[in-house]
């Protein structure tokens, strides 16, 4: 089942405004999709506890802290995500560190952390775990193993992370080995088989098949005396950025998963980040003036892929909307960054009013994998970020200065 697009929620004339006193480019989110987007996931889940927001997809302190007060845990892929989700007051208990390539460091700190799990996906992680797991003094550490099930899921090939060339995760005759070390360990307790099929699918059906296969091994496990607790099945639902199609939605894909998953025994637990963050965030771009390319116009903005790269990087198309409303037109336009690069755009074929020189522009649905992916490319210093609420907006991470440009950098 598909639910219809929502409608945009930042309406123009607040956008204008907060650019007035702000400048362009510029990061809006809006606070009550955000809450929307995790409601659905709550409702669907039926325990806040087991929907773990990716802090990857939008790692403002602000956004953290709101998504923090719906109870939800969070899945942090590197030290750095975790620290970020603990400066935003989240407790350690309520963090997972994913299933992303680490360091042995990096699993020591989670391990030693008192995260609520560790997720591991190569054989050097294991050790590490099994390692730091002797210098822990109280329970032992909670940890799983992400599984790779060979699975194309359909996504962006930038973005797939399942299939079986992917350099992620153990593939399924590897796991025995792995579990078994973990379960002799006495510091760890793995209770956990994961697995993240790639971002932006508009489809549910490689989750089943990612299903099968994980039962396939837990049948394994336990047929050896290892019993699993839980399935994590990561994040990956997608969004229909453009002017048409519409959005997966979580209540489907847990009752296909519960389906499917009906007297394992097993618990589950969800990684969503782009399916929350994404229509929160809007991109606010001020035309700096027109030109003609191979007889098409074009619009060249002050934001580019510096701060918004998902064209640049995935050929993405985001809706891009005028905020002033005129009559004349349309004509399809490109719309182009301010950078040294021809390739910088920020979307193609696009057909819009009128637009003039010094119009301001809405590039929707970018606040997941937005302002994260932003650059310092050419000396540009990152836009500002913006929340609103009910109760107004504020700025909730100021526009670089040029002096942060080169903070930690020497003379010679
Ligand atoms: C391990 C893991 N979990 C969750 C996610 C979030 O995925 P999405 O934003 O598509 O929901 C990612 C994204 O790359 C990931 O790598």
């Not at 480019?25 to 809450?35: E, F, M, N, S």
């Amino acid at each position: 089942m598909l639910t219809v697009r929502p409608e945009p929620s930042l309406d123009p004339q607040l956008l204008a405004e907060i650019v007035r006193e702000h400048g362009t480019p510029a990061y809006v989110y809006d606070a009550r999709v955000l809450d929307g987007n995790v409601r659905r996931w709550v409702e669907a889940v039926g325990d806040p506890s087991r929907v773990c927001y990716a802090v990857k997809a939008n790692y403002n302190l602000a956004v953290l802290a709101r998504l923090a007060s719906h109870g939800i845990g969070f899945e942090a892929s590197t030290v750095g995500e975790m620290a970020r989700a603990l400066a935003a007051g989240i407790a350690p208990g309520r963090i997972v560190l994913g299933g992303v390539p680490k360091s042995p460091q990096a699993v020591a700190v989670g391990i030693g952390r008192g995260l609520d799990l560790v997720v591991l996906q190569a054989a050097h992680e294991v050790e590490a775990a099994i390692e730091a797991s002797t210098s822990l003094s109280g329970a032992p550490a909670r940890v799983g193993l992400r599984v790779r099930p060979g699975i194309r899921a359909g996504a962006h090939p930038s973005l797939e992370t399942g299939r079986a060339d992917a350099k992620f995760g153990f593939g399924p005759s590897e796991i025995r080995d792995a579990w078994e070390a973990l379960s002799r360990t006495d510091g760890l307790r793995p209770t956990t088989l994961a697995f993240h099929l790639g971002s932006g699918l508009d489809s549910l059906t490689p989750y089943e098949a990612a299903i099968d296969v994980l039962l396939g091994i837990v049948g394994d496990l336990e047929a050896s005396g290892r019993p699993v607790r839980e399935l994590d099945l990561g994040g990956g639902l997608g969004v229909a950025y453009g002017d048409t199609g519409s959005d997966l939605e979580p209540a489907d894909l847990v009752r296909i998963v519960d389906e499917r998953l009906a007297g394992s025994g097993l618990t589950t637990r969800y990684e969503p980040g782009r399916s929350i963050a994404a229509r929160a965030g809007t991109l606010v771009t001020r035309v700096l003036y027109r030109r003609e390319r191979d007889g098409h116009p074009a619009l060249v903005c002050d934001g580019g892929f510096t701060d918004f790269g998902r064209y640049s990087l995935y050929g993405a198309q985001h809706r891009i909307e005028p905020l002033e409303g005129r009559l004349e037109g349309p004509e399809t336009v490109e719309v182009l960054g301010p950078t040294c690069e021809s390739g910088d755009k920020l979307g193609t074929g696009r057909r819009l009013h009128g637009v003039q020189p010094g119009d301001l522009l809405a590039v929707r649905d970018v606040g997941a994998y937005g302002f994260v992916m932003a650059s310092n490319y050419n000396a540009r210093p990152r836009p500002a970020e913006v929340l609103v609420d009910d109760g107004g907006w504020k700025v909730v991470r100021q526009r670089e200065s040029l002096e942060d440009l080169w903070r930690g950098e020497t003379v010679g």
